[in-house]
Every structure is written in C-alpha cells, then in structure tokens.
C-alpha cells in the first residue's frame, strides 16, 4: 500500500494521462493500493470545474475499459480526484496552488509530482514549484515523476538535470522509461540469474550475436510534429531498447536491491563501445516507411505524406550494431532495430548460438529467446531428430514456457510505476548515469544522420525489415529473426 501522499498530475488532461495515468489510477485504486487518505490533484490550464473534471474522468474510463468497470470504486475513486486549474496568465498561480495543497487538511502533506507535460515545460514547473517552496524534504517526501524524453542529446540532458538539480536530489527524480514498468523486462533478470542453467552459456564463447527487436505495425499516427523532431533512435533505441540490452547483459547485481541494480546497468551502458564516426554507414542503418498496406487497417500513407513535407530524413526505421568492451561479451555483436509500420508487431530479445559443428548439416543453430510483446513467453529453439528412416532429416523444436498465463493479474507498465513512484521505489526508474550514457551512444549516429541529407531507403508500409539493413551485419550467416 502507498504512503499516505498528494499525487499531483500535470498535464492531465493530455492524452497520456487520458488513456494511462487516470485509468491506471483507478485499476489500482480497484487493486486497494491506494488508501482512501491518497488525493490525486489534476493540474491544468484551462479553468473547467470540478464537476466538468469528474465527467471527463468518466469518459476516460469509460473508453478505456468499454464501459465495464466497478461503479462502487468509481464512486471511492472520484473522491480521491480534484480539478485545479493554474492558468498560464496567472502570476500568482503556484502560490495559490501551494497555498491550496499546504493548508486543505484534505490533502496529505507527501507529494508526488507527475510531470506529463511538454518536454520544454519540465525545468519550467521544477522552478515554479521550488520558488513556492514545494519541493524541499522535512517532515514530509517529495518526488518528481519526469516523462520521456530526458533531453533529445547528452548536451541538453545536462542541462536540464543541471536545471532540475538545483531544486532536487537524485532520491527525490523519478525518469521514466515505461519498458522498465514492463513485467516481462522484469523478468529478464530472474530468468538469467535464477537458472543456473544459463549463466554458464551466457558469453562469448557460445553466444554468436544479440538482437534486440521492436517492430510496431502503427504509424506516426497524430505525432508527427513531434517524431519529426525526434526519429526512431530518440524515440525508441535511446531509451527502451538500450535499457533490454542493458538488462540481458549487465553482470550479476550484488544483491537486487534498486540500487545495486541501477550500479550494473550503469557500468554496462559504459562500457558499450561508442560507434567510430568514420564507419557509421557499416553500424547504423535508417530508413522510411512509404505508403503500403496494413492488415486490419489496409492502405495507409507513407511517412512524408503524413508529415506533409517530402524533405525530411527522419527515420522510422533504426538498426545498428554495437559492441560491449567487457570480457564477457568481447567481439560479440549486438543489433538493436526498431520501426514503425512493419508487417508484425512485437518486441523480443533473441539470442543465437554459436554452431559448434564443421559439418553445415549438423549445425546446431540454437537460439533463446525473451518475447516481451504481445506474448511473454521464454524460450529455447534446438535442432531434433525427425521420427523416421531419415537419421539425420532435422527439424526445430520449440521448448516454450509461458511468462503470462490467463488467469494471471494484467497490470499495465504506468500502473507498476506509479505505485513505484508513491511508495518510493526507483529502481524501475533511470539514473542520470544512465541516460548519459544512452544519450553518448545515439548521439554521434543522430548528428551524422541529420549532416547526411542523402536520400534515405524507403520501404513499403505492411512489409519487412528493409533488405539494405543488413548492411550492418558483421557476418553473412546472420539474420534477422522474426518475432513469434
Ligand atoms: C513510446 C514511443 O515511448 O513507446 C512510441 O514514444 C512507441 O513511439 C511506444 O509507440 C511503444 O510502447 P509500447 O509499450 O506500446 O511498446
């Protein structure tokens, strides 16, 4: 159960909130993690009333759970919820929300922060809030929950931890990274070091190479002001795909306590090589959807005809290759791709084998495999003997365990990390270190990328990863695996 606290949504009324934060509160206020001492204060910019603000947390649920949802916990639920509006020409509308929050007995004196705004709006509230003196520990915590993106390059990521620091101490930040929420990527860790199984093989000497995949059959959609501005390497490869990397192959933590979680992950994004700047073409490979076709959605537009501006060289489509400088994993490489509007979506993590065999028939070709989404299940794939006279006719068999099973609890990434917020647990959240390092990565690829206007590879929307891709593959006997 949560402390007794004030979460304070801003932004609530955007479409993040609409679809997870607010629904996510309900489901766990139906789970009875939120006791009744816990308010949720929705700050916004437009002066609706308390009234209008309850029917649009209505609407909120009623779309998100197709009407069917426990009216007794509506009931309980809205209690917890209050509209303030802090209007944008409004000098004194922090004093006045403080004074508010400071002084109502119906609100407890521990509180949360969830910054769903514009990225250029977060050290913007932090200023606000230290200058009414909100942020400052006690008696009482404060936190503040910062949305992604943490800065769009290392450069302005400082600035902005520079910016938020003066107010706040790395306790007191909560940056998110909602993959991190994901119980499946929770479950990379116990998988590898439960299983003793595993950590014997999990190395150079039996590990032929990494992939880390997500594919999405989703466009832009309304986005496309903001991906423009960011491209699928910010959007997706900076944050949650670095973070199952680091996950799959990170060393042993001392113990799993938060902290020496964060101490692993940190040391093996630093210690990932950075790409050489005069070869990027050999380690990172972009591209753009066009128009195509869909299943269940059929013909859908390209890229540049959402965007409205056929110059643009912003990739939906991101593959690159990179090596981590440790003994474990010297020489192994490790391919990380991401995309918009393929012909699958899904998100898994594949491992592949070394073949241990001379002769081509007998080659092992064995892989493990994480998938993360839609299905979250673990598992092998060996070569076995076909029943028959045939003794060497093989086939692949598929040793499958399921992560999720029907009956088990369904509880969304949001959900997971605000309750992690409201109870004080940051080890599902980024440290600093972390994102510096992922932002050192991406950096000199994003940079090249934006220099080099050349035409870049299209392919059509509902189909595979572009064939010019594997450009980036160290070996000709690789490939890229498809989810399953
Ligand atoms: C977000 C990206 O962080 O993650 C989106 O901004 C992407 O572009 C989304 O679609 C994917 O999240 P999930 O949980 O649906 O895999």
Do not use: C
């Not at 870049?456 to 399953?484: C, L, M």
């Amino acid at each position: 159960m949560a402390d007794k606290s004030t979460l304070v949504l801003f932004g609530a009324r955007g479409n993040l909130s609409r679809i997870k934060l607010i629904p996510g509160l309900f489901r766990l206020d139906e789970a009875g993690k939120l006791s009744d001492e816990i308010k949720i204060v929705s700050v916004g910019r437009q002066n609706i009333s308390q009234n209008e603000w309850e029917n649009e947390i209505k609407d909120m649920l009623e779309k998100k759970f197709n009407g069917k949802y426990n009216l007794k916990v509506f009931d309980r639920f809205i209690k917890k919820n209050i509209y303030h509006a802090t209007l944008p020409d409004d000098p004194n509308a922090f004093k006045n929300f403080a004074k508010l929050i400071n002084e109502d007995k119906r609100f407890p004196k521990n509180y949360a922060f969830f910054l769903s705004v514009r990225p250029s709006d977060f050290s913007k509230i932090v200023d606000q809030l230290a200058e009414v003196n909100l942020l400052k520990e006690d008696k009482y915590w404060r936190r503040v929950l910062i949305e992604k993106p943490f800065g769009t390059n290392l450069k302005s990521a400082i600035e902005l931890q520079g910016s938020i620091s003066k107010h706040l101490n790395e306790k007191q930040i909560y940056r998110i990274d909602h993959y991190l929420g994901k119980s499946a990527l929770q479950n990379i860790l116990w998988t590898r070091f439960t299983n003793s199984i595993l950590e014997p093989i999990w190395n150079n000497k039996y590990i032929d190479h990494i992939q880390i995949t997500n594919h999405e059959t989703l466009g832009v959609g309304e986005r496309t002001q903001f991906y423009d501005a960011t491209g699928a390497l910010r959007d997706m490869t900076q944050s949650h795909l670095l973070q199952m990397l680091a996950l799959t192959t990170m060393e042993k933590p001392k113990t799993f306590s938060p902290d020496d979680i964060r101490v692993e992950k940190i040391k093996l994004l630093k210690s990932i090589k950075s790409i050489p700047i005069n070869e990027i073409n050999k380690y990172a490979f972009r591209a753009q959807y066009k128009s195509g076709e869909i299943e269940k959605e059929g013909h859908v537009m390209g890229y540049l005809e959402e965007l409205e501006n056929n110059k643009s060289v912003v990739e939906t489509y991101a593959a690159i290759r990179l090596h981590i400088d440790n003994p474990r994993w010297k020489n192994i490489p490790i391919y990380l791709r991401t995309a918009k509007r393929l012909d699958q979506s899904g998100t898994f993590i594949s491992v592949k084998f070394k073949n241990k065999q001379n002769d081509k028939k007998l080659n092992s070709n064995n892989w493990f495999v994480f998938n993360i989404q839609p299905k979250e299940s673990t598992y092998f794939e060996i070569q076995t003997k076909i029943p028959g006279l045939n003794d060497s006719d093989l086939r692949t068999t598929k040793l499958e365990g399921m992560n999720r099973l029907d009956f088990d609890e369904k509880i969304d990434a949001y959900e997971t990390l605000m309750l992690d917020l409201l109870e004080g647990n940051q080890s599902r959240f980024l440290h600093i270190d972390e994102v510096k390092a992922a932002w050192s990565l991406i950096d000199p690829i994003i940079k090249y990328w934006s220099e080099n206007k050349e035409k870049v590879h299209q392919y059509e929307a509902g189909t595979d990863d572009p064939k010019e891709s594997k450009i980036i593959f160290e070996n000709k006997d690789q490939f890229w695996r498809k989810g399953s």
